[in-house]
T-cell receptor, first 117, second 114 residues
Framework: AQKITQTQPGMFVQEKEAVTLDCTYD???????LFWYKQPSSGEMIFLIY??????QNATEGRYSLNFQKARKSANLVISASQLGDSAMYFC??????????????FGTGTLLAVQP | EAQVTQNPRYLITVTGKKLTVTCSQN?????MSWYRQDPGLGLRQIYY???????DKGDVPEGYKVSRKEKRNFPLILESPSPNQTSLYFC?????????????FGDGTRLSIL
C-alpha cells in the first residue's frame, strides 16, 4: 500500500535560515507524483510544489525546492531564507497513478514549522 | 478569481440532524474530491468524482453521501451526523486526473457534531 511518512512532528527555524522538512514515501508504482502543501493557522491548503517520478531535475518554486532522491524514496522540502509567514503545517502528499482514476492524494501526518525572529 | 468555495466555514450541530456542505469551483475542473482532516492522520479522501454523475467512494465514505449533478458543484451530505464526524473537511478539484495536476483546495469547513 502506498504511504507517506513525515517523521518530524514539529520544527523550529530562525528567520532567514534554510530549513528541510523530511518526507519519505512507499509505492510499488514507477509513475507517481509528489506534492507539498502548506496549511497556515487559518486552515486553508496551499499548493507549493510538485515533483514527478520521471522528472530528472529537482523541482523549484521561488524559495521552495524539492530534494528528490528516488532510490531512497525521499522528497524533502527545502525552504530557503525562512520568513515569519512560513510558520505553518506542511504536508507531503503522493498522487496515485492515473490508472487508479481516484484522483486521490495520500497525505502524510504533517510537520508544524515555527519560524522564530 | 479561480477558486474552490465551501460553505459553511464553521458549523456546530447535533447528532442526527441532516446537513449539507456545499462546494463549488469556477475553474471548469473535471475532478473533485472531499477529504477530512483529523489530528495525527493527515487528510483522507471521503468521495471523489471524475465528472458529472460519476462518483465513487474514497477511503472513509461511511456516513457520507455526495452528488455531482453539475460540473461545478459537489456537495457533501451527512444524512445522520454523529460525533465521530467532527472534523475539518476540504473540497478539492483538479483539471484532470493526470499525475502533475495539483488539486486546488477550498478553505475548509470545520464541523462539530454534539
Amino acid at each position: 500500500a502506498q504511504k507517506i511518512t513525515q517523521t518530524q512532528p514539529g520544527m523550529f527555524v530562525q528567520e532567514k535560515e534554510a530549513v528541510t522538512l523530511d518526507c519519505t514515501y512507499d509505492t510499488s508504482d514507477q509513475s507517481y507524483g509528489l506534492f507539498w502543501y502548506k496549511q497556515p493557522s487559518s486552515g486553508e491548503m496551499i499548493f507549493l510544489i510538485y515533483q514527478g517520478s520521471y522528472d530528472e531535475q529537482n523541482a523549484t518554486e521561488g524559495r521552495y525546492s524539492l530534494n528528490f532522491q528516488k532510490a531512497r524514496k525521499s522528497a524533502n522540502l527545502v525552504i530557503s531564507a525562512s520568513q515569519l509567514g512560513d510558520s505553518a503545517m506542511y504536508f507531503c502528499a503522493m498522487r496515485e497513478p492515473y490508472g487508479g482514476a481516484t484522483n486521490k492524494l495520500i497525505f502524510g501526518t504533517g510537520t508544524l514549522l515555527a519560524v522564530q525572529p | 478569481e479561480a477558486q474552490v468555495t465551501q460553505n459553511p466555514r464553521y458549523l456546530i450541530t447535533v447528532t442526527g440532524k441532516k446537513l449539507t456542505v456545499t462546494c463549488s469551483q469556477n475553474m471548469n475542473h473535471e475532478y473533485m474530491s472531499w477529504y477530512r482532516q483529523d489530528p495525527g492522520l493527515g487528510l483522507r479522501q471521503i468521495y471523489y468524482s471524475m465528472n458529472v454523475e460519476v462518483t465513487d467512494k474514497g477511503d472513509v465514505p461511511e456516513g457520507y453521501k455526495v452528488s455531482r449533478k453539475e460540473k461545478r458543484n459537489f456537495p457533501l451530505i451527512l444524512e445522520s451526523p454523529s460525533p465521530n464526524q467532527t472534523s475539518l473537511y476540504f473540497c478539492a478539484s483538479s483539471f484532470s486526473g493526470t499525475l502533475n495536476q495539483p488539486q486546488h483546495f477550498g478553505d475548509g469547513t470545520r464541523l462539530s457534531i454534539l
